[in-house]
């Protein structure tokens, strides 16, 4: 029976480990058996998802390098390598690397509560070895795939020049210690201080195999194992679909908490100019408890019965002064809460923008009458 490891930067959000997502779209995965999966994080909160324990991670560790680098980088004015914690958590060489574990394959196979025990080991030798350089995060023991495998998601992590903690494999493995193979020729495909590591780490793993009784054939497999190759194209394929969907729900998401801002500032225009209106403050207030849709509609609804009704009340008694003030009001707490575009979006800036142009018209205009009235008299 021999080891089956693997490397892989394929998923950038590990909801494929935690199965938080439609498992209906995996055909390779049976969801009769997801009960039997086992999940570990690093900081024991199970109650969260893998792609919030990571985000947060990032955060914790990474987020004054990325803070500070925002900064040098609009010093010197390149604003397009700025990255924030989303972009670094994404990025091809950034984003934590998905270890496979799985010993046998599809023919004969280790029992999955097994394969459990030799992984946790791993990872406890693991964090005490690399720890400081490499850090597991969250691993995901699969039962309900063709093969019984674990999924071990792990950080590289070193320091930079300016003493922020950074992601980097290569910074990480030299701070390590760990040199590549043949240090009398150059670092390339075949000779890479990885390749050092990856051999010290294959032998912890057959270290913890021998110590669960277990005998693993060492022969490096050339095939690179044809079941688990399979299993990682259909994984990738699902991932890549899956990626695309998270993608557009943060779009979405951002979409509408900026519609919410827009809506929460049109409300505070409302309440402060009609401020001395019990009634209408109590019509304001009941919106919150609307949807999005819905609230627009009816503080769109409060504007037209009172801001516009007050307008073109103001214009039909002619007391062009009271209607200059609040047409004033209303455009100085639009600019001060970048309404312009939330006004645009319903349909209120064409009227109001109407109405203000035949005001300053009829204003010009009166003004031309009277200074006719005037020659008339001279």
């Given at each position: 029976m021999k080891l089956v490891e693997r490397n892989e930067r394929s998923d950038i959000s590990g909801i494929h480990?935690?199965?938080?997502?439609?498992?209906?779209?995996?055909?390779?995965?049976?969801?009769?058996?997801?009960?039997?999966?086992?999940?570990?994080?690093?900081?024991?909160?199970?109650?969260?998802?893998?792609?919030?324990?990571?985000?947060?991670?990032?955060?914790?560790?990474?987020?004054?390098?990325?803070?500070?680098?925002e900064r040098r980088l609009k010093e010197n004015h390149n604003y397009s390598k700025i990255k924030n914690v989303n972009d670094y958590l994404k990025?091809?060489?950034?984003?934590?690397?998905?270890?496979?574990?799985?010993?046998?394959?599809?023919?004969?196979?280790?029992?999955?509560?097994?394969?459990?025990?030799?992984?946790n080991d791993y990872q406890k030798r693991f964090n005490d070895m690399f720890g400081d350089n490499c850090k597991i995060i969250d691993m995901?023991?699969?039962?309900?795939?063709?093969?019984?495998?674990?999924?071990?998601?792990?950080?590289?992590?070193?320091?930079?020049?300016?003493?922020?903690?950074?992601?980097?494999?290569t910074k990480a493995l030299n701070e390590l210690g760990i040199n590549r193979p043949n240090m009398s020729k150059e670092?390339?495909?075949?000779?890479?201080?990885?390749?050092?590591?990856s051999k010290i780490e294959r032998e912890l793993l057959f270290e913890i195999c021998k110590e669960h009784g277990l005998e693993l054939d060492?022969?490096?497999?050339?095939?690179?194992?044809?079941?688990?190759?399979?299993?990682?194209?259909?994984?990738?394929?699902?991932?890549?679909?899956?990626?695309?969907?998270?993608?557009?729900?943060n779009e979405?998401?951002?979409?509408?908490?900026e519609s919410e801002q827009y809506l929460n500032s049109f409300e505070y225009i409302l309440s402060n100019i009609l401020i001395t209106s019990t009634y209408w403050q109590e019509e304001i207030k009941k919106t919150k408890k609307l949807d999005l849709t819905k609230r627009a509609k009816a503080l769109k609804d409060i504007y037209e019965k009172t801001i516009v009704s007050a307008m073109e009340q103001l214009e039909k008694n002619k007391n062009i002064?009271?209607?200059?003030?609040?047409?004033?009001?209303?455009?100085?707490?639009?600019?001060?809460?970048?309404?312009?575009?939330?006004?645009?979006?319903?349909?209120?800036?064409?009227?109001?923008?109407?109405?203000?142009?035949?005001?300053?018209y009829n204003q010009i205009r009166d003004k031309e009458n009277k200074n006719d009235r005037e020659d008339k008299v001279k």
């Open positions: 480990n935690d199965r938080n997502f439609d498992l209906s779209k995996a055909v390779h995965i049976n969801p009769d058996r997801g009960v039997m999966n086992k999940y570990w994080v690093y900081n024991d909160e199970y109650h969260k998802k893998f792609i919030d324990i990571e985000k947060e991670f990032y955060e914790e560790n990474f987020g004054e390098y990325l803070s500070n680098q990025g091809r060489y950034t984003k934590p690397e998905d270890k496979i574990l799985q010993i046998g394959n599809s023919i004969s196979h280790i029992d999955g509560e097994l394969l459990w025990k030799i992984a995901a023991l699969h039962m309900d795939e063709l093969v019984p495998h674990v999924h071990i998601r792990r950080v590289w992590m070193a320091t930079n020049d300016y003493g922020e903690k950074v992601v980097s494999q670092s390339s495909r075949n000779n890479n201080a990885k390749m050092t590591f060492k022969k490096p497999n050339k095939e690179n194992d044809i079941h688990i190759r399979i299993d990682l194209i259909r994984e990738r394929t699902v991932n890549n679909e899956l990626e695309k969907i998270i993608d557009k729900k979405l998401e951002n979409e509408l908490e002064m009271d209607l200059y003030n609040i047409r004033e009001i209303v455009n100085a707490k639009a600019k001060e809460l970048d309404l312009i575009k939330f006004i645009k979006e319903n349909g209120l800036y064409e009227n109001y923008l109407a109405e203000h142009e035949l005001r300053e």
